[in-house]
């Protein structure tokens, strides 16, 4: 679970809705600011249990740099509302929100597509459709949801980057942790098991966040996630399937980076993945899991350099 350093909004950013077939999402806009060159638009999607607050720190260093960054939160998390039942959580499922939500922005940005709207359609590319095209992120669990939109419409994503996401399912002690947030997801509710979680973290002698405001923020948000989410996301991401060869044959411009200290997927098998991909593999120092709230504006430029090698 990422922790985001604050939560209250940088300079030139709004909380926005996207629509999808599935529901609204909750989403995070920043705009560059005036004066700057537009450079395109990416879309970051958060993992398991996390949210668009986990890339809060980046922001405005993207539109800084010309870009427009909207990070969501993906159904049934934080404060996008979801369906009570785990199956509407798979990943096809999920990549066909991701799709509603490229087809909406590309249309707010003046482009028009024959899919717009759906989320499922077809790859048949043209000159307007080219130039729509958006740079997507995936972080951990989100970079198993980017991976499965980007094969199914590789004509639609100008850039994947993958962070700290490996090539399948979640292995070793973060498999364990999933596996018991999916068992007492069937029998609790979330705020049961954030009271849960805390009385474990007391008992380790793990600190809280020094900030109030973010301490606050990391309950509300944990009780706001939908439960058949839990379930369903958890179900998912300890079922993956190495999809590897199939996302090196699509011939998209790739990135992979991770934290210098993950412990998720492990450093080295991300590294192999990348060379499967034949994509740079970026190590972002002074991080684990979570670079964008760890070290941000290491990650931030991580991110717009390699947009714009591939712009």
Not at 253 to 282: N, S
């Given at each position: 679970m990422s922790t985001p350093p604050f939560v209250d909004l940088p300079p030139h950013t709004q909380a926005i809705q996207l629509p999808t077939a599935g529901g609204p999402l909750a989403a995070l806009r920043a705009t560059p600011p005036e004066g700057v060159t537009r450079q395109g638009i990416a879309v970051l999607v958060p993992g398991y249990t996390g949210s668009k607050e986990d890339f809060i720190a980046v922001l405005a260093p993207l539109a800084a740099a010309g870009y427009q960054a909207v990070a969501i939160d993906q159904r049934g998390q934080n404060e996008s509302a979801g369906p009570e039942d785990?199956?509407?959580?798979?990943?096809?499922?999920?990549?066909?929100?991701?799709?509603?939500?490229?087809?909406?922005?590309?249309?707010?940005?003046?482009?028009?597509?024959?899919?717009?709207?759906?989320?499922?359609?077809?790859?048949?590319?043209?000159?307007?459709?080219?130039?729509?095209?958006?740079?997507?992120?995936?972080?951990?669990?989100?970079?198993?949801?980017a991976r499965e939109y980007a094969l199914a419409h590789p004509t639609r994503v100008r850039t994947l980057a993958i962070l700290d996401s490996g090539p399948a399912a979640i292995p070793g002690r973060s498999a364990e942790q999933a596996k018991l947030l999916v068992a007492a997801a069937s029998f609790m509710t979330s705020a049961e098991i954030w009271a849960e979680m805390q009385k474990m973290a007391a008992a380790e002698g793990a600190p809280g966040h020094p900030d109030e405001c973010v301490r606050d923020f990391l309950q509300r948000r944990f009780e706001h996630n939908d439960t058949g989410m839990l379930v369903g996301m958890g179900t998912a991401i300890l079922s993956a399937t190495d999809?590897?060869?199939?996302?090196?044959?699509?011939?998209?411009?790739?990135?992979?980076?991770?934290?210098?200290?993950?412990?998720?997927?492990?450093?080295?098998?991300?590294?192999?993945?990348?060379?499967?991909?034949?994509?740079?593999?970026?190590?972002?120092?002074?991080?684990?899991?979570?670079?964008?709230?760890e070290n941000p504006a290491v990650t931030a430029r991580v991110l717009a350099d390699f947009w714009a090698q591939n712009g």
């Open positions: 785990p199956e509407a959580y798979t990943l096809p499922r999920l990549a066909a929100d991701l799709g509603d939500v490229v087809d909406e922005l590309s249309d707010a940005d003046g482009h028009t597509d024959s899919s717009a709207g759906t989320g499922t359609g077809t790859n048949a590319s043209t000159g307007a459709d080219a130039a729509a095209r958006i740079h997507i992120m995936g972080h951990s669990f989100g970079g198993l949801v999809r590897t060869a199939e996302l090196a044959a699509a011939g998209l411009p790739i990135l992979v980076a991770a934290g210098a200290g993950d412990d998720a997927w492990p450093v080295q098998a991300q590294k192999e993945m990348a060379t499967r991909l034949g994509a740079d593999f970026v190590l972002i120092e002074d991080a684990a899991h979570s670079p964008a709230a």
